[in-house]
């Protein structure tokens, strides 16, 4: 009797810190709407709005893993309980480092609008790498909850459409700076911009090995996407 209080209690703290978990997600989900917003619509407040919720975001990283150490501590869990708490604590880094990259964004819009760099450079074509971005980030976060491997699959592959979306972008940006010499150094600003984006897709992608890794007891970091199928099965 005293074991399956014990258990239902640890069970308990592994839902509470999961809980944690997605909401932090969440915060950096819903500022980075609102960092492609102030992009899009060149909005100062809305791009201060989201720098005020950065201390926040890393806030919420120090209690989730100060959670983790303090439930390693108590319960000493062993095999998939363990790999689990393990897996959290990289997934709430990958989100703190997305969040970063989130408020970059926001700091960069920031210094455009202040700057009164030209408006005719393609801002509205980084959308489709931000709803990307956006997507994979929440698609990570739902695949977490269920822990999803075969959404975690689908969610690195879709890594390589934001990589692709980078690449074009970046060409583009080539062909107005040859053209006009004065708009290379706002062209560099948007390559920030859309290179942040493209991290924030690495940065999900990162979060779906993590989740593989919990269910299937395989680190699939650094590996070829037909070993990961694999694994996955």
Do not use: C, W
């Not at 491997?149 to 970046?170: R, S």
């Amino acid at each position: 009797m005293g074991d399956k209080h014990i258990s239902s209690q640890f069970d308990a703290e592994l839902n509470s810190i999961s809980t944690h978990v997605l909401e932090m997600g969440g915060l950096v989900e819903s500022q980075l709407h609102q960092a492609v917003y102030a992009l899009i619509h060149m909005s100062l407040e809305t791009a201060e709005q989201v720098l005020e919720a950065e201390n926040r975001i890393n806030q919420m990283e120090v209690n989730i893993d100060h959670e983790i150490i303090s439930t390693i501590g108590r319960r000493q869990p062993t095999a998939r309980d363990l790999r689990f708490l393990m897996a959290i604590s990289r997934t709430t880094q990958n989100l703190e480092r997305a969040g970063d990259e989130v408020a970059r964004i926001a700091r960069m819009v920031k210094s455009i609008i202040e700057s009164g760099s030209p408006r005719s450079l393609p801002v509205s074509e980084l959308r489709l790498a931000a709803d990307l971005a956006a997507g994979m980030l929440r698609k990570t976060l739902d695949s977490f909850a269920r822990l999803d491997t075969t959404m975690a699959l689908a969610i690195m592959k879709d890594d390589n459409a934001i990589d692709l979306e980078y690449d074009g972008f970046l060409r583009k940006l080539i062909t107005y700076m040859m053209e006009d010499p004065r708009t290379i150094s706002p062209s560099l600003n948007l390559l920030f911009l859309a290179k942040s984006l493209e991290r924030v897709g690495d940065h999900a992608k990162n979060i779906a090995e993590q989740i593989i890794f919990v269910v299937k007891g395989e680190d699939v970091r650094h590996t070829s996407m037909d070993k990961v199928e694999s694994v996955v099965g």
